[in-house]
């Protein structure tokens, strides 16, 4: 099995708010696409596309290793995959996509991933469980209801995809459709899609506080490896 992951790192992080795209921003002195291309190659992946703003090339392929590839992202997440899925060689008979913005994900979540995709899943995400009570809204923000807890999951990256359902569901896609994730586009062409334990490592940097988390972790918490 070769799997070929593709990184989406080509947004500007305008949440973050930093001076930098979000990938290039340091987490304890390395670029977080860096963080991220490193616990997917530990994982198992054999192959590595990464989609950047296409202003920032060179500031990517200054750091980045020189076996990955680099190309340009598009302007919405589902165009940047899509352009990362068309540059991946022709050897990968599996995919994962994974965010830049998840740079501590444990090699162990991307071995999950794939291990499913062998054992024959179509496509493959890793979730976590809802742990807050989590409700409806109206309009004006009063609590309508409650909503069962139970089968409620968190999904992270990275996803996972034997390449040809990854392939024929974004050909599928009308141009211009907009997803948040990945299983939302095998989803919409009809593929099951399962699930494998995430973890809250794996969790995405967003807004400053999330940042600060990370640096935290990679301090303080002896199982996250620079
Ligand atoms: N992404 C991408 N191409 C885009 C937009 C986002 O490749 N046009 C990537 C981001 O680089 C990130 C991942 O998708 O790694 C998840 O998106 P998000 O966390 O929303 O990152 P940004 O879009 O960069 O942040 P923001 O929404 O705050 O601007
Ligand atoms: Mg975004």
Known sequence: MHAVAIVAAAGSG????????????????????????????????AEVVVTVPAAERDAFAAVLPAAVRIVDGGSTRTASVRAGLAAAGPDA???????AARPLTPPDVVARVIAALAAGAPAVVPVLPVV?????????GAVVDAVPRAPLRRVQTPQGFARDVLERAYAAL?????????AAVVRAAGVRVETVRGDERAAKVTVPHDLT????????DGTVTR
């Open 14 to 45: 305008s949440r973050l708010g930093a001076d930098r795209p979000k990938a290039l921003v340091p987490l304890a002195g390395r670029p977080l696409v860096c963080w991220a291309v490193d616990g997917l190659l530990a994982g198992g992946v």
């Open 93 to 99: 008979d599996v995919v994962l996509v994974h965010d």
């Open 132 to 140: 807050d009570t989590t409700v409806l809204v109206d309009d004006d």
């Open 174 to 182: 009308p141009d211009g459709a907009e997803l948040t994730d990945d």
């Open 213 to 220: 988390l990370a640096e935290l972790a990679v301090t303080l």
